[in-house]
């Protein structure tokens, strides 16, 4: 049973314009959430983070939402621009168990010029 | 510097070679991950080494074997792999076990 989802495979942004990226999780014990941005054959690179005691977290051109009583976060880059064209992912831990990181199946993103 | 360094970037090995993949990082982390990540699908831990200790075996087969020689380096030691083992394997690093991981650029496999 997945516990991280991310119902969307695939985005197309115009450039300049917001993309916003929905995570979903299940598990209630999750208080860490994480997302990375993947180019092919890379390694994931670490984006932004958000604890439980927040509801968002800002840096830069990224900000992440998160809602507990939906659980459900959200990415949001503002502006968009080719180069953020990538598979984004959103993962998941829970610090009380050893903070294992539960990830989604990711999300391409295409940013056109 | 957020770096993790992976070696070789790419290794086609036939089922019956033993190879090793290495990862090293010089951020002071304590804690050290083996992923792997097929097409198309997220990352899946292997191990977690805690302070050079093995920590988390996510039941992977014995064909694969890790080795944490000190706590800059992360070996994944492979033998009598089959072709569905084919992916890339990633390393991860943080400075505990519930900080932010950050990733190597991994390992391409093909195992023919």
């Known amino acids: 049973d997945q516990q991280v989802k991310q119902n969307s495979p695939s985005l197309s942004v115009q450039e300049g314009r917001i993309s916003i990226l929905n995570c979903d999780y299940t598990n209630s014990m999750f208080d860490y959430f994480l997302w990375y941005k993947k180019y092919p054959a890379e390694g994931p690179t670490f984006l932004i983070s958000i604890s439980s005691i927040k509801d968002k977290n800002e840096d830069g051109r990224f900000t992440v939402f998160l809602n507990k009583s939906a659980k459900h976060l959200s990415l949001h880059i503002v502006p968009s621009q080719p180069g953020d064209s990538a598979v984004y992912f959103c993962a998941a831990s829970d610090m009380g168990s050893q903070g294992n990181l539960i990830f989604g199946k990711g999300t391409k993103l295409s940013v056109k010029p | 510097d957020t770096e993790v360094t992976q070696t070789p970037k790419h290794l086609v090995m036939g089922m019956t070679n033993k190879k090793s993949l290495k990862c090293e990082q010089h951020m002071g982390h304590r804690a050290m991950y083996w992923y792997k990540q097929k097409a198309k699908k997220p990352p899946e831990l292997m191990f977690v080494y805690s302070y050079e200790k093995l920590s988390i075996n996510e039941s992977v087969p014995s064909r694969f074997s890790p080795e944490c020689p000190n706590s800059s380096l992360l070996n994944l030691h492979l033998h009598a792999l089959q072709p569905e083992d084919s992916a890339l394997y990633l390393c991860?690093?943080?400075?505990?076990?519930?900080?932010?991981?950050?990733f190597g650029p991994g390992t391409r496999l093909t195992v023919l």
């Open positions: 991860a690093s943080s400075q505990g076990r519930t900080d932010t991981q950050y």
